[in-house]
């Protein structure tokens, strides 16, 4: 698997599609520290850590409108391995008039747009939610 990210995102994306409650993706560090911002964010449930010795996944609870729509229905991965992208702190503004999030990698770890804008410090813009 070349990228990990947009494979955790794109599971996350096709469960709520099809109105699964739950989605088992891999563990390692980075998606469990972005499943934190997102759940944090209310984009998706709790999260919790199964299996035994290298065989450990996160099993994702997703999150539905009152109607069943997913509340995540778009996602755009923005910086790839072949071309990164990143951006200041000073252009920083509200992803789709506030109801968007985009996730950054920082010096200080990952966060939402929102969260680096308050902290004023940039990074690598990992993807886009809305």
Same mark, same amino acid.
């Given at each position: 698997m070349s990228d990990p990210i947009s494979d955790m995102m794109i599971r996350i994306k096709n469960a709520g599609a099809v109105? *699964?409650?739950?989605?088992?993706v891999p563990l390692s560090r980075l998606k469990r520290e972005i499943l934190e911002v997102l759940q944090k964010e209310n984009?998706?449930?709790n999260f919790i850590e199964?299996?035994?010795g290298v065989h450990k996944n996160l099993e994702v609870i997703l999150k539905y409108t009152n109607d069943g729509t997913p509340l995540i229905n778009e996602l755009k991965r923005?910086? *790839?391995s072949s071309c990164r992208v990143y951006i200041k702190s000073k252009d920083l503004h509200p992803f789709k008039k506030g109801f968007g999030l985009r996730l950054l990698s920082t010096p200080q770890g990952i966060m939402s747009d929102r969260d680096?804008?308050?902290?004023?410090i940039g990074g690598e813009v990992l993807f886009e939610i809305y």
């Open positions: 109105q *699964k409650p739950l989605v088992n984009f998706v449930g199964t299996g035994k923005v910086s *790839k680096a804008k308050k902290l004023n």
